[in-house]
């Protein structure tokens, strides 16, 4: 759907102005689009219509890199493929929070570097952003394939035809950004920082390897309550280890460190509350009940009480 609009735009560029008055304004203001539209409409105020619009979508993309980008950081260092740190989380609202730290000061100063820069960073960005898509796109039919039971919140039909045209699209993109004199190629400075980022990861890859051995790349999945994440896997054994006397007590937290026996017959649901009496007959009259301020206020309890 976005090739399908972005064609659009540029048939009906190129249907409402000539070769000539796109040049001159690729030189003057830049905005063809807008200048199009203008001209179109026979009016400048469609022009600002435009150019707000643009810049809505400016703010839509930004606001979901940093989305993306912070849960994409997230889900490497949980996995141990990046610093544990960016694994930490809000208390209240479980976004993570030194991921977003990082990448929301990495956008406050990116402007600051002049208009050049910033057409650098975009397009390296964007070479990344394409790799990433067809990485993704890969791992969708590998997982697909590999373990079609997995929990999923929506499934694809068709996937093997939607994950090949995914592949293809995106593997395209990835090709024009490479291949020299297509126009979308990338210029030495952009292969500085896509090549900078590929050496990081590696470095990354080096250390966390060596640090966390089998733990690097382990995929857990992960229980969702209230958006607080369990890692039942690592707690389990940190657990055991410390009950075992190979871990140490700071291994776990002191809460988890108790022993428990209580044989005891819960019943829960609605209306149970009207049978206290019916449950507690075969202890005798004397009986000990422990309640809270809602039970206490409830009639229907104390009606049992009575009974009792």
């Given amino acids: 759907m976005a090739v399908i609009f972005y064609a659009l735009i540029i048939f009906g560029v190129g249907y409402v102005m000539n070769a000539g008055e796109i040049a001159a304004s690729s030189q003057t203001s830049g905005l063809v689009t807008a200048d199009a539209m203008a001209k179109a409409f026979h009016s400048s105020v469609m022009a600002k219509v435009l150019i707000i619009g643009g810049m809505c979508g400016i703010v839509t993309s930004w606001n979901s890199f940093l989305i993306g980008g912070s849960r994409a950081m997230y889900s490497m260092a949980d996995s141990y493929m990046i610093p544990r740190c960016f694994t930490k989380l809000h208390p209240k609202h479980k976004t993570p929070t030194n991921a977003l730290y990082l990448i929301g000061g990495l956008s406050i100063l990116a402007p600051l570097c002049g208009r050049q820069m910033l057409v650098w960073i975009v397009d390296a960005g964007n070479f990344g952003c394409c790799v990433a898509y067809c990485m993704v796109s890969l791992s969708f039919i590998i997982l697909r394939s590999k373990a079609p039971e997995m929990k999923r919140p929506y499934k694809v039909k068709n996937y093997k035809l939607v994950g090949a045209m995914a592949v293809l699209m995106s593997g395209f993109m990835v090709v024009m950004y490479i291949i020299p004199f297509s126009g979308s190629a990338l210029v030495w400075q952009e292969w500085i920082m896509a090549g900078g980022w590929a050496v990081l990861g590696a470095v990354f890859f080096a250390i966390c390897k060596i640090k966390y051995g089998e733990k690097f790349g382990l995929h857990v999945d ?56 019916e449950l507690t007959k075969p202890y005798g009259r004397k009986v000990l009940i422990v309640t809270g301020k809602t039970v206490r206020k409830s009639q229907a309890y104390m009606t049992e009480w009575m009974r009792i």
């Fill in 222 to 277: 992960i229980a969702t309550e209230d958006g607080q994440q369990y890692r039942e896997e690592a707690a389990l054994e940190a657990a055991l280890e410390t009950v075992s006397g190979h871990g140490t007590a700071t291994a776990v937290e002191s809460s988890m460190a108790f022993s428990y026996f209580l044989p005891v017959n819960i019943v829960f649901g609605n209306g149970k509350v009207n049978k206290v009496g």
